[in-house]
Nanobody, 127 residues
Framework: HVQLVESGGGSVQAGGSLRLSCAAS????????LGWFRQVPGKEREGVAAIYTGSGAKYYDASVKGRFVISQDNAISTIYLQMNNLKPEDGAMYYC?????????????????????WGQGTQVTVS
């Protein structure tokens, strides 16, 4: 059973920090690429960062490089997104996602991966 559960969202002032967590079921975590996406109403979902849990290779969107850090904890099948120096434009619903080679109804392609499994999202507000 594929499961991605996000936590850690909230409200913060510009310049502040937040850390998001995504707990994944083991079958979707190991040797896979997991990532963070965000979306605001009326706009397309955009990829923020991703990590390949096998090697630890990381991918970042240019808009967050140098401010956000993605990391993993293999012991608890969890990825994190440390967000620093937050800007108002970073405010969005943040979703954890996992790559799947099996086509599904909701797929976003980024960094050469196809993200097809999604969490329920966690809201980040920056004022």
């Amino acid at each position: 059973h594929v499961q991605l559960v996000e936590s850690g969202g909230g409200s913060v002032q510009a310049g502040g920090s937040l850390r998001l967590s995504c707990a994944a079921s083991h079958d979707i975590y190991s040797g896979n690429t997991l990532g963070w996406f965000r979306q605001v109403p009326g706009k397309e979902r955009e990829g923020v960062a991703a990590i390949y849990t096998g090697s630890g290779a990381k991918y970042y969107d240019a808009s967050v490089k140098g401010r956000f850090v993605i990391s993993q904890d293999n012991a608890i099948s969890t990825i994190y997104l440390q967000m620093n120096n937050l800007k108002p434009e970073d405010g969005a619903m943040y979703y954890c996602a996992a790559h799947s080679p099996v086509p599904g109804p909701d797929v976003t392609r980024k960094w050469g991966w196809s993200f097809a499994s999604w969490g329920q999202g966690t809201q980040v507000t920056v004022s």
